[in-house]
């Protein structure tokens, strides 16, 4: 079992950035596919930015091209997305999700073995 620990959530203004991170509770982490998705109220679950296990590949969904950059430091088990230009409608939960055989560009949520509890992102206009 691995457990995902996000942080960085908050409520910030149209244009700032927020760094959210993924902390998980064992190294065999490093060696999974890690994803970001989010969820708006009354929304369903979006895949948002995916990073292979060795951290060369990444995806991002073309609503966030340009504006977010995942990465990850596998010597701290730990994933990371760069939030940059924030829109109002970036505002959700959002959650990492972590899989050892799942590619790292897998939209569909029930892929992914492990998750998060998910943190809050609100971005006002």
């Known amino acids: 079992q691995v457990q995902l620990i996000e942080s960085g959530g908050g409520l910030v203004q149209a244009g700032d950035s927020l760094r959210l991170s993924c902390a998980a509770s064992?190294?065999?982490?490093?060696?999974?596919?890690v994803g970001w998705f989010r969820q708006a109220p009354g929304r369903e679950r979006e895949f948002v930015a995916g990073?292979?296990?060795?951290?060369?590949?990444?995806y991002y969904v073309d609503s966030v091209k340009g504006r977010f950059t995942i990465s990850r430091d596998n010597a701290k088990s730990t994933v990371y997305l760069q939030m940059n230009s924030l829109k109002p409608e970036d505002t959700a939960v959002y959650s990492c999700?972590?899989?050892?055989?799942?590619?790292?560009?897998?939209?569909?949520?029930?892929?992914?073995?492990?998750w998060g509890q998910g943190t809050q992102v609100t971005v006002s206009s």
């Open positions: 999700a972590a899989d050892p055989t799942t590619d790292y560009d897998n939209k569909n949520p029930r892929s992914w073995s492990f």
């Open positions: 064992s190294h065999t982490f490093t060696r999974y596919a």
């Open positions: 990073i292979s296990w060795t951290g060369v590949i990444t």
